[in-house]
């Protein structure tokens, strides 16, 4: 079992930046793939980032590309997604995600491929 407590949501205006973080407890971190994906309103919950958890592959949802980076700390347990730039169409519910992955490299862009789930956490930016 994995439990994931997101932090570091807020309000912001357009142009500005935020840093999401996500610590888990539990299982053995260092061997689950993270993702990051959000929900806005009146919309299905899409992917935005994920990272292996040898931390050497990383992978975007083309509309965050060059804004949002997600790294992790495998000695802190926490993944982290900074987000740069920031639009009004960012506005979501961000959640983290946990895989366990036998491969060092493999990132996971789909919801159903990741086991363990955090409770999320808001992301508003104004105009």
């Known amino acids: 079992q994995v439990q994931l407590v997101e932090s570091g949501g807020g309000l912001v205006q357009a142009g500005g930046s935020l840093r999401l973080s996500c610590a888990a407890s539990g299982r053995t971190f260092s061997r689950y793939a993270m993702g990051w994906f959000r929900r806005a309103p009146g919309k299905e919950r899409e992917f935005v980032a994920a990272i292996s958890w040898s931390g050497g592959s990383t992978d975007y949802v083309d509309s965050v590309k060059g804004r949002f980076t997600i790294a992790r700390d495998n000695a802190k347990n926490t993944v982290y997604l900074q987000m740069n730039s920031l639009k009004p169409e960012d506005t979501a519910v961000y959640y983290c995600?946990?895989?366990?992955?036998?491969?060092?490299?493999?990132?996971?862009?789909?919801?159903?491929?990741?086991?363990?789930w955090g409770q999320g956490t808001q992301v508003t930016i104004s105009s």
């Open positions: 995600a946990a895989a366990y992955s036998l491969a060092a490299g493999a990132t996971m862009t789909r919801s159903y491929e990741y086991d363990y």
